[in-house]
């Protein structure tokens, strides 16, 4: 697509979001017609209109201020985008899209709801100064800033503690910003951490668990984790055994296998170097002792992993990014999306579909349900929210999925 036309769909989004309410995308009213002539009844139309019109007028309309980093001061005369800044505006657009569909469907449903858009141009300045805008004090739920920076900033604004502040594609830990409003919907490492440690601690009949480490800085967060979720789940009966592997080196540990259960190795690395000699001598040391390994998040993502590898390795990894495009309801979200975008959705559009549902439908039922997001459970096209509050950090989604190499691909692990 080229640039022109990707900005005009911009521009089509942006004054699309100034309407006061969405329009429905699902159901329909049907006109009455007379069964004889096939005409509309004129008199029973105007009094169904008005019935209508009345029904809607009485509804409680909820203001939702949506907070993208656009960045549309690139769109002035003279102005261009870098291609960090593309990429971010064509973030926006494919979560307001995603967004906006959901508060359409429920629109249908006879939902009521006010969309406002806001341009944070991923400047900490601009978040700070929506932080103060009334209209989006104002209203009943706020989704973003997108980014850290803008975050840390918006959430720090005095008197801006009232209303439910929505995280929504961050995955960062809640500590970053110590705010007791905030919903981070994206669950952060320590949840995956937690998942790998809840199946480890399950399933390591060895009662020990070895953590193989680069050695890398970057990797301690996971580790800390971890070790205090097997530590709080086993009441330390469950041992962690950490190695730091040089050069693929896994005889400091040969001593404590076993031939007759699972070895369990954890590696909490994304540094493709290091993956790749270690998951060798990993697989060479598996045809002596049995292993079950678990992997980063991350690694879900990384084409460089071999498929028949990981599965001799018996692999799991941690997920909070699963689609299944064979289900009905995905097969229909595409194909609704295709039809009003003539795109492809990305996964920030299915995010924010999933998010839109959840946060719409709790506005639509009763405003006051969304100050108490443990109280319901919803299953999305992306992932599954399971709400916990933690004082000091808001509201944490820490629904995470398990993944499996079978058959030389993953499965979720039911």
């Known amino acids: 697509m080229s640039g022109n036309k990707w900005l005009l769909i911009l521009v089509i989004a942006l004054v699309a979001a100034c ?33 209508d019109a009345k029904k809607v007028s009485d509804k409680r309309v909820s203001t939702v201020a949506m907070i993208l980093p656009f960045g549309l001061d690139h769109l002035n005369p003279g102005a261009t985008y870098s291609a960090a800044g593309l990429k971010k505006a064509s973030l926006s657009l494919d979560y307001y899209r995603g967004f906006k569909l959901a508060l359409d469907s429920l629109t249908g449903e006879g939902a009521n709801y006010r969309l406002q858009l806001f341009d944070s141009k991923d400047e900490p300045s601009q978040s700070h100064s929506l932080a103060l805008n009334p209209q989006v004090k104002g209203s009943d739920l706020i989704v973003g800033p997108v980014f850290p920076d803008g975050m840390k900033v918006f959430t720090t604004v005095p008197g801006n503690n009232k209303k439910l502040i929505l995280s929504p594609l961050s995955p960062s830990a809640p500590t970053t910003y ?62 962690v055994v950490q190695l730091t592997v040089a050069r693929g080196n896994l005889s400091p540990i040969m001593a404590q296998l ?40 991350n690694w879900e993502k990384f084409s460089f992993l071999k498929s028949d590898q990981m599965q001799r390795l018996n692999a799991y990894i941690t997920s909070a990014d699963r689609v299944n495009y064979k289900a009905q309801s995905t097969i229909t979200f595409v194909r609704n999306y295709r039809r009003l975008y003539r795109a492809e959705p990305s996964e920030y559009a299915i995010k924010a579909f999933d998010e839109g549902m959840f946060f719409g439908q709790l506005l639509a039922d009763d405003g006051d349900k969304i100050k108490n997001l443990d109280d319901k459970e919803f299953t999305g096209l992306h992932n599954s929210f399971d709400f916990i509050y933690k004082k000091g950090q808001g509201w944490v989604n820490k629904h995470v999925n398990l993944l499996h190499y079978e058959n030389f691909e993953l499965k979720q692990v039911e």
Do not use: C, W
């Open 178 to 239: 110590n705010a007791e409003n905030l919903v981070t919907i994206i669950p952060p490492l320590e949840y995956h951490a937690l998942r790998a440690a809840e199946f480890a601690v399950a399933k390591a009949k060895t009662k020990k668990v070895f953590v193989l480490t680069s050695g890398y800085s970057a990797e301690l967060p996971y580790i800390k984790y971890f070790k205090k979720a097997v530590d709080s789940l086993s009441k330390k009966k469950v041992k």
């Open 258 to 297: 076993t031939k007759f259960d699972r070895n369990f190795m954890v590696i909490p690395s994304t540094n493709q170097s290091f993956l790749k000699v270690t998951l060798y001598s990993l697989d060479t040391l598996a045809k002596r002792y049995p292993v079950t390994l678990i992997g980063h998040p």
């Open 19 to 51: 309407s006061p309410k969405t329009r429905p995308v699902g159901k329909g009213t049907t006109k009455p017609t007379d069964k004889t002539t096939g005409t509309t009844d004129k008199a029973e139309k105007d009094k169904k209109e008005d019935k």
